[in-house]
């Protein structure tokens, strides 16, 4: 039997596969950068950087930090869509965990996004 975690990877990455590219969704955007930096109560804080190209799966999901954090994780594919429809090129902000449930070490991240137009 699979485990929830397991389980929950599993889908994950069938989510990323139905995701399709970047070109056919927005086939306007050159690259998407995503900078991210991440806190985590007790934790130090990380810098993460994700690159999406034309070939890139349009996939904005960042997973949180916390070990016991399954169901959580950020979600960018608003942000990025209401990005590319307005065709703005920076945008920051903050994001909570989407699972603010009984684990208390949900991460938070503050986000830097750049999106470059063909
Ligand atoms: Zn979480």
């Known amino acids: ?7 929950a990877k599993i889908e994950k990455t069938q989510e990323r596969l139905d995701a399709g590219f970047v070109s056919k969704h927005f086939p306007e955007v050159a690259s998407i950068v995503i900078s991210m930096m991440y806190k985590q109560k007790g934790a130090k804080s990380l810098l993460r950087t994700l690159n999406f190209s034309t070939d890139s799966y349009a996939f904005f999901k960042v997973t949180c930090l916390s070990d016991g954090c399954v169901d959580g994780g950020f979600d960018m594919t608003q942000i990025v869509t209401s990005m590319i429809r307005n065709h703005s090129e920076t945008s920051k902000g903050e994001l909570g965990c989407d699972d603010n449930g009984s684990h208390p070490d949900h991460s938070n991240i503050v986000y830097d996004v750049a999106i470059q137009y063909t």
């Open 1 to 7: 039997m699979l485990n929830r975690n397991v389980q």
